[in-house]
């Protein structure tokens, strides 16, 4: 199918996309190149290869679909009636909500704004069910028209709207139910230290502790990952000074002290999973204009979750650096000021969690022991973070 990938309004390239192989196997003409995803344009700044372009095209296309790591991904495909996630790739031409890129059959008259999701509903109850319910049988009434075929991320996830707003909802990981209640503290943390971070809650859908969060992209925006940034544009022992000097050649402001902010609740909160698609930047995809760090998002991963053991205390676990993986006191050391923070803020924050860890005991099974032991280590990130600071 000859075809344009659109960034909003603005024709990016035209190519031919093949739709088995849900790929693009031939390049027709490009029309402003600056408008692509940024690893694309890198790319071909870079080195004007054709076959390198579609290449990384193709890539980067089937990136934006539900990622073969997916929680539970057999059981949802399942319930879609679909075998697997690419599949899904070109159903609702490509839109997400996390940009504004899709493709356009080469004849067609349709515009972005008859059918982007920012302005137009979709159904979301159907989807929604499907992913959080343990049914097996497929449904024939969930929509494929949707934002819900280009999500991220390994947990279990749905768009959904409410009161004209589009939120995610995100799972815990198997039987794991704390990522949820990790990005509720990751929200705690921010809001009394004053890092800018998107707002958690939790819900209960279907028996399931779930997380919501608002969606932070506008109908003018797009998420840029770092690992957009920073693919073949750094030299990998020194990606975050680069990553910080893009930044602020772009016009971001505060970027170092942003950047510092993610470190210091990654350390908190021993987060192991702050990897190069876990956080970026926001553009404008009308002017390119480079706005702003992204909220701080999905710090899920949190406390040593996976590594949880009824009898001992974890204390210790590793940290993601850019390309790395360090002690999280390495990781801290890359903090100019490390006495710009309050911690006295964070007082009565493990009181705070505890009780929203026991609000929610009846739903989650969680054991006093497990809601004890989570606090205390807690408190002894704080404390450590401290000793740090005052030292
Ligand atoms: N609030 C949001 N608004 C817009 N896009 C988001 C939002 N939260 C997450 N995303 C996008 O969805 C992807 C997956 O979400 P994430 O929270 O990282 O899930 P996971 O824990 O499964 O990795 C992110 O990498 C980002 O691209
Ligand atoms: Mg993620």
């Known amino acids: 199918m000859k075809c344009i990938l659109m960034n909003k309004n603005t024709e990016v390239l035209i190519a031919e996309y093949d739709v088995i192989v849900k790929g693009f196997n031939k390049l027709y003409d490009i029309k402003n190149i600056n408008f692509a995803p940024l ?41 879609l009636n679909v075998s697997t996630p690419t599949e899904l790739l070109d159903k609702a031409l490509g839109l997400s909500l996390s940009d504004q890129y899709w493709v356009k059959p080469f004849d067609s008259k349709i515009e972005y704004k008859d059918i982007n999701f920012f302005e137009h ?8 069910s499907a992913t959080f319910s343990n049914t097996r049988e497929s ?14 991320g390994r947990l279990k996830k749905t768009w959904i709207i409410e009161n004209g707003k589009r939120y995610l909802l995100k799972g815990g990981y198997k039987n794991e139910v704390m990522q949820p209640f990790n990005e509720v503290l990751a929200t705690m943390i921010c809001n009394r230290l004053g890092f800018k971070h998107i707002a958690y809650t939790i819900e209960v859908i279907k028996d399931k502790i779930v997380s919501k ?29 680069t990553y910080i000097k893009i930044l602020e050649n772009n016009g971001i402001v505060n970027a170092r ?9 990654d350390f908190i909160m ?7 698609n876990n956080f970026g930047i926001i553009r404008n995809v009308e002017n390119l204009e480079w706005i702003k760090t992204a909220p701080i998002f999905d710090t ?38 490390i006495k710009r923070f309050d911690l006295t803020k ?5 009181e705070e969690f505890e009780n929203l860890l026991h609000k929610y005991q009846n739903v989650t099974k969680m054991t006093d022991r497990r809601i004890n032991k989570i606090c205390t280590l807690l408190s002894n990130r704080i404390n450590k973070l401290k000793n740090i600071c005052n030292s």
């Open 257 to 265: 002290e942003e950047i510092e902010n993610m470190f210091i609740l």
């Open 139 to 152: 449904n024939c009434k969930i929509s494929l028209i949707s934002p819900n075929n280009t999500t991220d």
């Open 39 to 79: 690893i694309i344009e890198n790319l071909y700044n870079k080195n004007k290869d054709e076959i390198k372009l579609l290449e990384q095209l193709s890539e980067w296309f089937k990136g934006r679909g539900i990622p073969s790591w997916r929680d539970d991904l057999d059981l949802l495909l399942a319930k």
């Open 346 to 350: 964070l007082d009565g924050l493990c």
């Open 270 to 276: 021993l987060n192991e999973d702050r990897h190069l």
């Open 121 to 128: 509903d979709f159904e979301d109850s159907e989807f929604t």
């Open 213 to 241: 969060c608002e969606c932070f992209i506008n109908k003018d925006t797009e998420l840029v990952s770092a690992y957009q940034i920073l693919h073949n544009n750094c030299n990998k022992d020194d990606a975050y000074a």
């Open 300 to 337: 899920g991963q949190s406390l040593n979750i996976l590594d949880y053991n009824d009898e001992e205390l974890i204390i210790n676990g590793d940290g993601r650096f850019f390309y790395d993986v360090d002690k999280f006191d390495a990781i801290i050391g890359c903090i100019q000021d």
